[in-house]
């Protein structure tokens, strides 16, 4: 299953005080952040699931349902500074943890401690441009990807070199917080960008405007958005997180569509 990836895309910024929402690892409130919420499919169910990063430290959640974290563990650093992302690095069905320090991606294959299973320089060496992950050959393995302001850079390998596909979307100087899913079911994950509450998704990797577009949730820092396969049906929706409450409320939807959502819980 391609993974959604976390900070995934899909990382939020917990600092709401400090939090600007722009796709890049100098947000202020990325780098005061007390942590980062993320999403995979932990145990290969198929179904995307919360997690939470913070200071090297990993606490993933089982289900979509509320409670505590079942699986816990350090990966980096104590006081990490390394971005979080999440996605299946070897085709196997399950999510694994990556860190992404500078321009280097250290990736790991299983949910524990210990040493990068694959390391690899991808970006610039002072590279600030917000880490994504994804399936964007449909080959069954997440790899990297960058987001530059309204430019993607993604890679069809977990190596370095350049990136294999080049490609404008979304506004420049922009600041909607970018998104990573296979919103149409065809085993491809593309962009999304999501703007005050407005979701804005393409289903290729091509520049072009958004094939789907919708309302959902409110703006941050009322609500951030994440992005998952919450119901195991192949396809990638909308997730929004309510981080002023304690703790943390999810708010899940199984379409791509206004509405409300389908499973509310509590993590965190």
Do not use: C
């Amino acid at each position: 299953m391609a993974a959604i990836a976390a900070a995934t895309a899909t990382a939020l910024v917990l600092n709401t005080s400090s939090a600007t929402a722009t796709p890049d690892r100098d947000d202020p409130g990325i780098l005061s952040s007390d942590g980062l919420i993320l999403t995979g499919d932990w145990n290969g169910d198929g179904i995307d699931t919360p997690g939470f990063f913070f200071g090297g430290f990993w606490y993933l959640h089982d289900s979509n349902t509320s409670g505590g974290p079942e699986i816990a563990f350090q990966y980096g650093d104590d006081s990490e500074e390394g971005f979080p992302v999440v996605g299946d690095w070897d085709g196997d069905g399950f999510d694994t943890v990556g860190l992404v320090r500078g321009d280097t991606w250290l990736l790991s294959n299983f949910l524990g401690n210990g040493f990068a299973d694959v390391v690899y320089k991808y970006g610039d060496p002072n590279e600030t441009g917000f880490p994504v992950a994804g399936d964007w050959n449909e080959d069954g393995i997440d790899t990297p990807g960058l987001v530059r302001d309204n430019r993607w850079l993604l890679r069809n390998a977990n190596s370095g070199g350049r990136a294999d596909i080049d490609f404008t979307y979304g506004s420049q100087n922009e600041t909607g917080s970018p998104l990573v899913g296979d919103w149409n079911g065809n085993g491809t994950d593309s962009p999304g960008l999501v703007r005050d509450g407005v979701w804005l998704l393409r289903n290729s990797n091509t520049s072009g405007p958004a094939n789907l577009t919708f309302a959902y949730g409110n703006p941050v820092p009322l609500h951030w958005p994440t992005a998952g396969d919450w119901d195991g049906n192949g396809t990638g929706t909308p997730g929004v997180v309510d981080l002023n409450q304690s703790p943390f409320v999810w708010h899940l939807r199984n379409t791509n569509d206004s509405g409300i959502a389908d499973v509310t819980f509590n993590y965190f």
